[in-house]
């Protein structure tokens, strides 16, 4: 057996949604505090601390986290990593553990978003006099978006997902819509989720159209939260208590990936290429077929996204990800359930929380502490994020009967 | 009639019909619309002008409903595979927005309008895909 392995010892969510009253650090600190309790230790136990907020990537968030829960020394990693964020976080502190620098570590993730509006419309603002002079790479002399298409995330994961629907039969506005049912359905059944209020089918393709085929009910809302993880060393474990042991979570492949060049992605984000990639490698680096996931906590963002994140991730047949949402094998009782917390959709997205979030709720099914929601005897399951730009981020947990010795 | 320009730089509006010219890597083949240090997909930094097709079809598209300020909605922003090579995306004009009109696999063309005026009377002039007939 491997002794390098990595486990998680202790985790934490906060509740998502608007937390007008604390401030971004107290987020922090709720989470970061609540798995070290989680785990049963102290921030002295702690040799690494990885941290994520996008929105705040050059304001020193771990920093002044340790300033609210322990200053100890040790060394801090900020990162930033578009919505892969906290799943880089996380796997900072995986590979510090892994180099032998640390045998216990604390990853944590959180963003403040209030009521952020679109995300995605950047580029020049028309302020003074206007004098259209060519800059930057595209030589633009204005805004573009609206006028060369758009960059709006919820019009690019919409093209996402339409592409997915040219190449393959059976996919349209209807199979994007009951992703959405879904995951409105999954969410009533978690308290930490932003919204848990279940949509019918036509509810959700009655809503206000943002960018067809995405109605409202098919987007993330902008959410504050926050959520963290406590990961140890294998030999550290062995030395913990019977309960630690017991409660502890085997991390079988932490795996991140960028986008290789393809021919269209200069135009439309290849979101497709990485997740392959990534999902692929994790699939060999921890041994586990996609048929061995009892469940999935998959990025979300907009309900055309999840849909093709199916095929992505190899939980359908090639091509089948329309048939796949339509024979409801992504429900909680269907063939592998898919983001049962409600996903990004309805339990929220604050970027930097998001990839320790879906660790969170994996781990708590495989713990057997998932409450109302609880998968029964889920054993082996999938988390996976991905960031435009991009980065895509997919980690595999497991639960072994006990930590092997 | 004033100063025209276009509104970004792979779009060609001096003499002859607009046109989009990308940057080719001659050793990949790849095509890119801005300036590339190197190329993307082989990393060597040899480039060509390459131009492309004003015909292709409709790979995917979307209806905006909600977009920024300033932007008439609903408009169609649309992923055109180009006939010989190259992907762009641009909205779609003259057809109605709507799913019954646009439909993905559709051939279309390329058109030109204007996009704005500055305050010296320049008129930035951007491209748009319109179904061919």
Redesign the interface.
Known sequence: MSGDNVWLLGTYMTKFGRHTDVDLIDLASESAIGALEDGGVTIHDIQVLGCGSLFNAQAGVGQQLQKQIGQTGIPVYNVANACATGATAMRTVYLTIKAGEADMGLAVGVEQMGKGGLLGAGGKGDRGRKEYKPSGRYGSVMQVEGVLGTGLMPGVFAQAGMEYAYEHDGVGFEQFAKVAEKNHAHSTLNPLAHYQKEFTLDEIMNAEMMSYPNTLLMCCPNTDGSAAAVLVSEEKLRTLSNEQQARAVKISASVLTTDPWTERAQVQPDVNTLTRNAAQKAYDISGVDPKDLDLVELHDCFATAELIHYDNLMLCEPGGAGEFIDKRGPWRDGETPVNVSGGLISKGHPIGATGIANIYEVATHLRGEAGDRQIEGAKVGLTHVIGLGSACGVHILEKPAQVRR | MGKQ??????LVIDEGSPRLVAWEAVESG??????RNAD??SGTKEFRRKQLADEGVI??????????P??P?P?V???V?LDGGG?????LLNCPPD?EHVK??MRVRMTTFV??T???G?E?I??AFEPAA
């Open positions: 320009i276009p509104i970004v730089d792979y790849a095509l890119f619309f801005d300036r993307a997909k790979r995917s598209f979307t209806i905006v409903q909600r977009g920024v300033g932007v909605v408009y922003s649309a992923l595979d992907s762009v995306k641009a909205n799913p993905l696999g996009a704005g500055d305050d010296d320049t930035a951007a491209f």
